[in-house]
């Protein structure tokens, strides 16, 4: 249970900043780290047993039979990366105190980052690859706030839609791939997939699955030729900058390629993608990062390459490699989110990240140089920096790798990428701190308050004592992620500073001098670099986003004209010609089940429906009759449901056909009350045609169906719907147990609507269209008696007793047939006729009903109906019953499934009334009158108005 509040605590600290905002900038900081510093401690607890070699789970069965459940996982990798999201996630969180201008939304921004945060916490503790790709998916989400939280920018809302697109694209082809991965591995859960290395490999489906889960990985942490949207998500604030884009949302696709390794690598196909992908990053975005003029560009450029460093180590597929990898996740996300912060903090104070005005910054912010010295030269892999150790290993493992048969393709490609990383991290120690000081700076430098540096000071220091003292800062550590990374029992890897001469230290010696001399000859080889054709990923994203957007439109144009006989034409036309083709292409057998025998109540009812829906052919013009006319073969199809023993259908069918055929009614008050002729005699006769063939297509099907024996899963609701529903209603058993989950999106869906007419509703009544509903002319003239004496006398009486029979039909619904359903539609019946009868305006004085109220208290019941089962530890909605003796009355039963049915009920009935409320409205906005008694000629007002008279 820890394992899920660990992950759930960042989701609720961020309901507290927005609120906290109102006390103070303080307050809201600390609203946001103290969920980030609690999530930390738990993680701590774990982290005991973690470190012993265990794996810390949590099991939560959601849906099983789907395999996607609620499963979470702590072993050495999930640990490593959990403790750098919530630590590096603490200290940006100080950070950005400091950072953010009072003009900036700070309590909007710490919502969008512990939103996020919450999201990479899921990745990383899931044991589902479902449940993982959910939260994969929330990253995307939340990420795109966070890089667009300057959106009175152009740049910030161009990098949002740009990662958004790019990262959003990735993960459709993760969820594809996840899905075929759980499918030949026969299962979802992560622990038990690493246990099938070779039934996955064998499968046909690990070659589809590979190169969709590597697109999501590629695309997730901006790999060549995906690399382009990192650059231009640095609009966002540099917090944001030095979270994501060190210790996160790049990381996912890491962790995702890291999680999977055991089952996924040791293949050429893996090895050859994988690898080859990030060798080309790491050099290209290495060579890109050279020549940026923009701080945060050169540190993303740089991102871009160290991410393609990791890649390529987990390519090679050895567990030295793997090991490695993970060493230098851990280094990268140290070095690189405190150059971030120190990018930053040169942006605040001299409100410039142009790298051509800054130089001499070391005796202006001497805390501040000192700090992006430190980091920088980690970066470039300098000896007693941490950077430098898993460098040295990066380059130990190139030496000896082969690409296509050959040993030299890698480690020179390695070295140049080395060379490359060192030039940048001189650069931007050279350029931006080092020279004489300048009198042109935009703002004058200073070094900011201790809250901004004290974080990158903290990073700094940890870079220095790894650096120093590898084996007793993290040499135990790494050893238990690798062994959780590559799924084996590792023999322990001591890390140390020198190794003796080796070929990794003559490249590193190359890499560092390489760097050097890059430095020193930057402005010929800069105007070189400037004056090169250089395709730009930016331009060609922004074309080939736009011929999409042509293409699509040109295809929904031709496509949604606005002619739904078009719509159901081409539908009706592809599912005939399917069926077709599935019946010609197959064999037949006739049909084995018996048919009833037809009696006249058949034959009378099947000539009535006939012949109601030829009536609906013919004078479909006449929107009034047919309406009618559908009422009639709504209520021909209940006695057919009663025929065939269907009484709940029954009920449902009669009620909804009423409240159906009311609101109707008064919908088409605003509609005109004849179709015009449009359609030509041609395109009638095809339209003919292919309803026709489409209506003996479904008969067929009906026929074949219902004439042939085959299992169905009502057998099994039948056994079952009293031992575990508890109830002997088979049909309101399904409805609020076994597919209870389909009722509660079903009242959803039914809420969501009422309130879209109630919103449309809201809409014209101003502007242009309220005007319009103003100087509405009625087509029709209205009688003077439209509250007649004898329908107000009827709906009085019929109302106790309706309400009476829509309880009784609630409080026995789940063993006769009834239900919150049907008692809803039955009250919401009466209530509708009191409003028919008296008028809306004086029968609301009379009822006054929350109708919003209903539709939200309705929902929520249902909710926590469902919620209250995984107490008990079984699925959501799962139903508990029990029998109750309270003399003098006899024993009775009681079913949690009565609570789900009052949501429903509620839902009905505020769904159906707000409808009337909105429909009301217009009438009155159209010069509707408003009665102020009950009936247009009241007897009893009449007789005392007679009275002194006679």
């Known amino acids: 249970m820890t394992l899920a509040l660990i992950a759930a605590l960042p989701f609720i600290g961020a309901l507290f900043p927005g609120l906290m905002i109102r006390v103070g900038r303080n307050a809201c900081a600390l609203s ?32 099983p039979l789907l395999g996607l459940n609620a499963h979470f996982m702590l072993d050495g990798l999930g640990l490593l990366f959990a403790t750098m999201i919530l630590g590096i996630g603490l200290l940006i969180i100080l950070y950005a105190r400091f950072y953010l ?56 809302r161009q990098g949002a839609r740009m990662a958004l697109a790019v990262t959003g694209m990735g993960g459709l082809a993760l969820i594809g791939g996840m899905l075929l991965l759980g499918e030949a591995a026969g299962t979802y859960d992560i622990s038990e997939i690493l246990t099938q290395r070779d039934a996955i490999q064998a499968s046909p489906l690990y070659v589809p699955a590979l190169l969709l889960i590597l697109l999501g990985a590629f695309t997730k942490s901006a790999q060549f030729p995906f690399h382009f949207w990192l650059p231009h998500a640095m609009a966002a604030p540099t917090p944001v900058s030095a979270y994501l884009h060190s210790a996160t949302m790049v990381k996912a696709g890491l962790f995702l390629m890291a999680r999977l390794w055991p089952v996924l690598s040791g293949t050429d196909l893996w090895f050859y993608l994988v690898a080859t992908t990030g060798l080309v990053t790491m050099v290209v975005g290495a060579a890109i990062a050279i020549f940026k003029d923009d701080l945060k560009a050169l540190l993303a450029y740089s991102t871009v390459s160290h991410l393609g460093l990791i890649t390529m180590l987990l390519g090679f597929g050895t567990t030295a490699a793997a090991t490695a990898a993970v060493f230098h996740i851990i280094n990268h996300t140290i070095f690189k989110a405190a150059l971030f912060m120190t990018a930053g903090i040169v942006d605040h104070e001299t409100h410039t990240r142009s790298i051509k005005r800054l130089g001499g910054l070391r005796h202006l912010m001497p805390i501040t140089a000192t700090l992006a010295t430190v980091t920088a030269l980690s970066m470039a892999g300098i000896p007693l920096l941490n950077g430098f150790l898993s460098k040295e290993l990066m380059l130990e493992e190139a030496s000896h790798t082969a690409w296509a048969g050959s040993y030299w393709v890698i480690p020179v490609l390695a070295t140049l990428g ?57 040499g135990n550590f790494l050893h238990v992620v690798a062994d959780a990374t590559t799924a084996q029992h590792l023999e322990a890897h001591k890390l140390k500073i020198w190794h003796g001469f080796t070929p990794a230290l003559l490249m590193s010696v190359i890499a560092t001098i390489g760097g050097l001399a890059i430095l020193y000859a930057f402005a010929p080889l800069d105007r070189i670099w400037a004056a090169m054709p250089k395709p730009e990923a930016k331009r060609i994203f922004e074309s080939l986003v736009e011929t999409l957007h042509r293409s699509a439109g040109r295809l929904s144009n031709n496509l949604h004209d606005g002619r739904l006989t078009k719509f159901v034409a081409i539908l009706g036309t592809a599912t005939v010609a399917a069926g077709l083709y599935a019946f010609s292409s197959g064999t037949h057998t006739p049909g084995t089940r018996a048919t009833l025998d037809p009696t006249m109540v058949d034959y009378i009812g099947a000539i009535l429906l006939a012949a109601s829906t030829m009536a609906i052919m013919t004078y479909h013009r006449s929107r009034l009759l047919v309406l009618v006319l559908i009422g009639i073969n709504g209520l021909i199809v209940s006695i057919i449901f009663v025929r065939l023993s269907a009484p709940d259908l029954a009920m449902t069918q009669v009620t909804v056909e009423v409240v159906t055929l009311i609101l109707m009614l008064l919908a088409l008050h605003f509609l005109p009350k004849h179709t015009p002729r449009e359609s030509s005699w041609s395109r009638r006769g095809r339209d003919m045609a292919v309803a026709g063939a489409a209506g003996i297509a479904v008969a067929a099907l009906a026929w074949a169906l219902m004439t042939r024996d085959f299992e169905t899963i009502s057998g099994y609701y039948i056994a079952n719907a009293k031992p575990e529903g508890g109830g002997t209603n088979v049909v309101n058993v399904i409805l609020v147990d076994f597919r209870g989950y389909d009722t509660f999106g079903e009242i959803i869906v039914l809420g969501i609507a009422a309130l879209l007419i109630y919103a449309l509703e809201e809409a014209l009544m101003e502007g242009r269209a309220s005007r319009k509903l103003a100087n ?46 049907i008692a809803g539609l039955v009250v919401a019946i009466a209530l509708l006729m009191q409003y028919m009868a008296s008028g809306f305006a004086w029968a609301t004085e009379r009822i006054s009903i929350p109708y919003h109220a209903f539709i939200g208290w309705g929902v929520l019941i249902a909710a926590i109906t469902g919620i209250g089962a995984w107490f008990n530890g079984l699925p959501f909605l799962t139903s508990a019953y029990g029998y109750f003796h309270i003399p003098p009355i006899e024993e009775f039963e009681l079913a949690t499934a009565m609570a789900f049915d009052l949501g429903v009920f509620l839902t009905v009935v505020g769904a159906v009334m707000l409808a009337l409320y909105s429909l009301s409205r217009l009438a009155r906005r159209t010069g509707e009158s408003v009665n102020v008694s009950p009936m247009d000629y009241d007897p009893s007002a009449l007789a005392a108005d007679d009275g002194p008279e006679n």
């Open 32 to 63: 946001a780290g103290w969920a980030t510093l609690s999530a930390l401690i738990l993680l701590g607890i774990h982290s005991t047993a973690v470190w012993r070699g265990e794996i810390v789970t949590y099991r939560l069965d959601w849906m």
């Open 101 to 156: 201008s009072r003009e900036d939304p700070m309590g909007q921004f710490y919502t969008y980052l512990m939103l996020f945060q919450g999201a990479m916490l899921g990745i990383v503790l899931s044991d589902n690859i479902l449940m993982m790709v959910i939260f994969w998916e929330l990253t995307s989400l939340s990420s795109f706030l966070l890089i667009g939280y300057w959106r009175h920018t152009g740049a910030g």
């Open 418 to 474: 080395a060379t490359l990383s060192a030039a940048y991290s001189f650069r931007y120690v050279g350029h931006v701190f080092l020279g004489p000081v300048r009198d042109d700076y935009p703002s004058k430098p200073h070094d900011p308050p201790f809250g901004m540096w004290a974080a990158p000071a903290l990073l700094s220091v940890m870079a220095v004592v790894i650096g120093i003292f590898p084996q007793a800062t993290v």
């Open 776 to 821: 509405w002319v009625h087509e029709m003239r209205y009688s003077k008696d439209r509250h007649p004496l004898m329908m107000v006398v009827a709906t009085r009486v019929m109302m106790p007793i309706s309400l009476m029979v829509g309880v009784y039909i609630f409080l026995r619904g789940h063993n006769d047939p009834g239900g919150g359903f």
